[in-house]
Structure formats: C-alpha cells, structure tokens
C-alpha cells in the first residue's frame, strides 16, 4: 500500500502561481508519478506524468504553463503551476500505480479567482 498526501493548494488570483506537493509513503523511486485535476460533474483528468529518469508528459492545454518535478530521495513529487487561470479551478490529486493498483490522494484544492 502507498498513502499519498497532496499540499500546497489555495485561493490565488489569475496570473498567479502555486506548486503543489505530493509525498508519498513509500519509496517511489521505479514509479511513474501523476497529477490529475477534477471539477464537479466532470471526470477526472490528466495533468501530467513523470518517470523516475524525469521524463515527463503533460496535457496538451497545459504544456507550458505547469511543470512537474519529482524527489525520489523525498518521495515527493511536485506540480508547478504558472500563469493560472479561472479554468485551473479544482481539485488536484497525485497518482502512483503500485503493483497494478492505483492509489490517490485525498486532493489539494485549487481556486483560482478572475
């Protein structure tokens, strides 16, 4: 089993940033890592995927703005979001498949305001 804790969300005016935290129970050193974002009444969807060697795949909406970063000493992986905008408003969680079985986070909430 994996626990993952997501921090770092907030209230932040459009034009702003936030880097969002994710720190993982275990090692995650081996694992592709994910950021995906919902809002109510939509499915979740992706942000964007890190391997351990740091290679990365994003949103195609996305590329540009947000960037994501991992620690594997820290077990931490990172979501940089820049240049926001009214429509980055939701619910953010971190993802790792363990052994076959995804895991999340309980998800950082991300406002932000016009």
């Known amino acids: 089993q994996v626990q993952l804790v997501e921090s770092g969300g907030g209230l932040v005016q459009a034009g702003g940033s936030l880097r969002l935290s994710c720190r993982a129970s275990?090692?995650?050193?081996?694992?592709?890592m994910g950021w995906f974002r919902q809002v109510p009444g939509s499915e979740r969807e992706l942000v964007a995927t890190?391997?351990?060697?740091?290679?990365?795949n994003y949103a195609d909406s996305l590329k540009g703005r947000f960037a994501i970063s991992r620690d594997n000493a820290r077990n931490t992986v990172y979501l940089q979001m820049n240049s926001l905008k009214f429509d980055d408003t939701a619910v953010y969680y971190c993802?790792?498949?363990?052994?076959?079985?995804?895991?999340w986070g309980q998800g950082t909430q991300v406002t932000v305001s016009s």
């Open positions: 890190i391997t351990t060697g740091g290679n990365t």
């Open positions: 275990r090692s995650i050193f081996g694992y592709r």
């Open positions: 993802n790792i498949n363990f052994n076959s079985v995804n895991y």
